[in-house]
């Protein structure tokens, strides 16, 4: 089983940045691509941003390319997300997501985190 720990969520006036982490428990997670998908107050989830299990392949949704930055840690089982130039519709729960298949990854990951809270004040 795997489980995933998001932090780094918050509060931050528009035009800030928050950098958003996610720590996974398994110790082979380095196979797993990750992703960042967020649910603002009555919204679907939708997807943000996924990485593949190298690092190498990144994707974003089109509302934050040049503005957020998905990354993978040395040690493969943690993920970032770097937001910059926050708006106050960034404002929801971001949720961490894994899976082995990065198609998968984007519509139905096997694994979800707890999600954090990012609010963005005008």
């Known amino acids: 089983q795997v489980q995933l720990v998001e932090s780094g969520g918050g509060l931050v006036q528009a035009g800030g940045s928050l950098r958003l982490s996610c720590e996974a428990s398994?110790?082979?997670?380095?196979?797993?691509?990750m992703a960042w998908f967020r649910q603002a107050p009555g919204k679907e989830r939708e997807f943000v941003a996924a990485?593949?299990?190298?690092?190498?392949?990144?994707y974003y949704a089109d509302s934050v390319k040049g503005r957020f930055t998905i990354s993978r840690g040395n040690a493969k089982n943690t993920v970032y997300l770097q937001m910059n130039s926050l708006t106050p519709e960034d404002t929801a729960v971001y949720y961490c997501?894994?899976?082995?298949?990065?198609?998968?990854?984007?519509?139905?990951?096997?694994?979800w985190g707890q999600g954090t809270q990012v609010t963005v004040s005008s």
């Open positions: 398994a110790r082979t997670f380095g196979i797993y691509a």
């Open positions: 990485v593949n299990w190298s690092g190498g392949d990144l």
């Open positions: 997501a894994a899976d082995n298949n990065i198609i998968r990854l984007r519509s139905s990951p096997g694994y």
